[in-house]
T-cell receptor, first 111, second 113 residues
Framework: DAGITQSPRHKVTETGTPVTLRCHQT?????MYWYRQDPGHGLRLIHY???????DKGEVSDGYSVSRSKTEDFLLTLESATSSQTSVYFC??????????FGEGSWLTVV | AQSVTQPDIHITVSEGASLELRCNYS??????LFWYVQSPGQGLQLLLK??????LVQGIKGFEAEFKRSQSSFNLRKPSVHWSDAAEYFC???????????FGTGTSLTVIP
């Protein structure tokens, strides 16, 4: 258990509305990540953070923004949700042993 | 460019039969290699990892994997599959800097009685 909590776990929202997913960790890990998982694509990196207020884009960052104002929290925001952003979102952290651990996921449906 | 290939999208095995899931990677340096398992509606759980040393690594739930540098492979094996092993399996490569990871698209395992 890497001490990662994602919220909400399930959400249905309408096209064009903003959505924020929260990732909370309890073990002071430096690196945090947001991935999305879609059939046939596996896991794709959206954004990651290497410290407070230090973030960078991944391969599928368009339409997403992130913020990390505290070590323990990494927020993913969809400014204006689209149907193509219907997906399962996973937060992850990297331990000191260079291993990535995942949260339980957030299921987002955009209708 | 770094990449991970899992050639088998879906595999079906009988309970009690042996299992091998294939993983090939492309990475310029010495890779860190991982296998994860995902049950429906769940997150990804680490099965095992290879960083260095013995090329045959043991993991949880009776799984093992063998690193073959000459073949750029890290195949996952289990001698006798149980119905509870039905899940999605992901292979991953990590950079030795410890903060970049590349995932395969997964292999879905079905276990039939």
């Amino acid at each position: 258990d890497a001490g990662i909590t994602q919220s909400p776990r399930h959400k249905v929202t309408e096209t064009g509305t903003p959505v924020t997913l929260r990732c909370h960790q309890t073990e002071n890990h430096r690196y945090m990540y947001w991935y999305r998982q879609d059939p046939g694509h596996g896991l794709r990196l959206i954004h990651y953070s290497y410290g407070v207020k230090d973030t960078d884009k991944g391969e599928v960052s368009d339409g997403y923004s992130v913020s990390r104002s505290k070590t323990e929290d990494f927020l993913l925001t969809l400014e204006s949700a689209t149907s193509s952003q219907t997906s399962v979102y996973f937060c992850a952290i990297t331990s000191s042993g260079n291993t990535i651990y995942f949260g339980e996921g957030s299921w987002l449906t955009v209708v | 460019a770094q990449s991970v290939t899992q050639p088998d999208i879906h595999i079906t095995v009988s309970e009690g039969a042996s299992l091998e899931l294939r993983c090939n990677y492309s990475y310029g340096a010495t890779p860190y290699l991982f296998w994860y398992v995902q049950s429906p509606g769940q997150g990804l759980q680490l099965l095992l990892k290879y960083f260095s040393g013995d090329t045959l690594v043991q993991g949880i739930k009776g799984f093992e994997a063998e690193f073959k540098r000459s073949q750029s492979s890290f195949n996952l094996r289990k001698p006798s599959v149980h119905w509870s092993d039905a899940a999605e399996y992901f292979c991953a490569v990590g950079a030795d800097t410890g903060n970049q990871f590349y995932f395969g698209t997964g292999t879905s395992l079905t276990v039939i009685p």
